[in-house]
């Protein structure tokens, strides 16, 4: 293997790769740069980095995929769990033939990204985290009431856009389920270690607006928890802060999360285009 992955799997491909009861729809760039896995917001599809992916361009590998039950990925059993999303991570990278990779997560995808990063540190080249993995205690009963509300009342939204691949092929409750399962991620207690143990160059992308569901200054509370771990860990570091809400920030300050992306990798990125 070269450092970053095999040659023979450097092709491009766009396919469907089989795991466990499932298969993800997965879209690899292939080419001799940085492999890059993006890693999807709870609901959202690869389709949503497309802006990032064309900001930073050709030089680099570019690894998008649909989680399970999203976009044109199939159902599976399991499509909930936060764990089995964190292997999902690794089957893509093992049929990509790559053994070493930038991650880039965000929202839900943050907090795998994080994960995978602290757990990963000889694989990872580094991670930008885009609004989320922010250790905040945000969830308690009256939340978890209001997540189930939330989506039985959308559940009629959900069902009809279901075809069309804008929703997940899961109910209303399994989206709740693991909405409250990030709630207890996202816990300081437990994502706290996490984040202290990262060893690899990582940096926050946050926003300034709102995230779907959250009610006044929720959004900014989960974000002022981020300068204690800046200053906890010096491979943590938070860029500017931009303009656009939670939901948009990919859409309108994919600039910011190309710029994060390039000085995470800098040192790496120089060495590969000098090899």
Known sequence: MTKHGTSAARSPWTGMLPVDDTALAVTDTGGPGIPIVYLNGHVATQGYWRRVLAELGPGWRHITYDMRARGKS???ADPNSFETHLRD???VLAARGVDRALVVGWSYGAFLAAHWASRNPGRTVGAVLVEGAQPDDW???????????LFRRLSPILLLLRPTGLTPRMTAAQVADSNIEAGVIARARNLGPVLDNITVPTRYVVASGKSFGSKG????????TL???AARNPNITIHPKVA????????????AVAAAVR???APNHTRARKS
């Open 74 to 76: 199939k159902r599976s």
């Open 89 to 91: 991570v690794d089957a």
């Open 139 to 149: 969830l308690d009963a009256a939340m978890e009431q209001r997540i189930r509300k």
């Open 217 to 224: 200054d929720e959004q900014e509370r989960h974000r002022a």
């Open 227 to 229: 300068p204690a771990v």
């Open 244 to 255: 656009s809400t939670h939901a948009s920030i990919l859409k309108k300050d994919f600039r």
């Open 263 to 265: 000085q995470v990798a």
